[in-house]
């Protein structure tokens, strides 16, 4: 069965960088995209970006661009988001999932299960 | 502010259905057949309700539905029981620029 397996949580201080990696398993990855997705404490959801699994390109959210790269490594079946110049505002739960197609507009049908990333002095 | 709006809150009895409405633009919901849902328990992660405006994923139950008119999309879910209770999201793509947008969520309450 597919599943997203997400690295563990993090803290950080403002104005570090956080990677959080998503392994993948259960079907073949280069078919399909991967979008991340984050939640701040009692809010709602916010897409960050997608990455095509299959050739690399990406689409990032306006209010991230310069800050956040998303990456694959196929020969490992994982997708890397990482976030530099982390505010407060950045503390969430961030998840990986994958798309029903290899395009950006495409839903989400398999979730990891999330990495809280804590920014706090 | 999110870019979709949707109801803060929804309820209803057992039984019961329910509709969650998602208003957006022309330039997101209305122009693109690309409307999703997600129902979200508390501390889990998001699980995909419906894809492109009505479509059903397997393993979901047929009392989950989508439509759209216009620039707004509607989720009904019918024959409520209480493991419905959750938070519900709508998500649209949005074209080149904004690529894709949530709604604020909406909390559904089983009474």
């Known amino acids: 069965q597919v599943q997203l397996v997400q690295s563990g949580a993090e803290v950080k201080k403002p104005g570090a960088s956080v990677k959080v990696s998503c392994k993948a398993s259960g079907y073949t990855f280069t078919s399909y995209g991967i979008s991340w997705v984050r939640q701040a404490p009692g809010q709602g959801l916010e897409w960050m970006g997608w990455i095509s699994a299959y050739n690399g390109n990406t689409n990032y959210a306006q209010k991230l661009q310069g800050r956040v790269t998303m990456t694959t490594d196929t020969s490992t079946s994982t997708a890397y988001m990482e976030l530099r110049s982390l505010r407060s505002d950045d503390t969430a739960v961030y998840y990986c999932?994958?798309?029903?197609?290899?395009?950006?507009?495409?839903?989400?049908?398999?979730w990891g299960q999330g990495t809280l990333v804590t920014v706090s002095s | 502010q999110s870019a979709l709006t949707q109801p803060a809150s929804v309820s209803g009895s057992p039984g019961q259905s329910i509709t969650i409405s998602c208003t957006g633009t022309?330039?997101?919901?209305?122009?693109?057949?690309?409307v999703s849902w997600y129902q979200q328990h508390p501390g889990k992660a998001p699980k995909l309700m419906i894809y492109?405006?009505?479509k059903r994923p397997s393993g979901v139950s047929n009392r989950f539905s989508g439509s759209k008119s216009g620039n707004t999309a509607s989720l009904t879910i019918s024959g409520l029981q209480a493991e419905d209770e959750a938070d519900y999201y709508c998500c649209s793509y949005a074209g080149s620029s904004s690529h894709v947008v949530f709604g604020g969520g909406t909390k559904l309450t089983v009474l």
């Open positions: 022309s330039s997101d919901v209305g122009s693109y057949n690309l």
């Open positions: 999932a994958r798309s029903l197609s290899d395009i950006v507009g495409s839903s989400w049908d398999s």
């Open positions: 492109e405006v009505s």
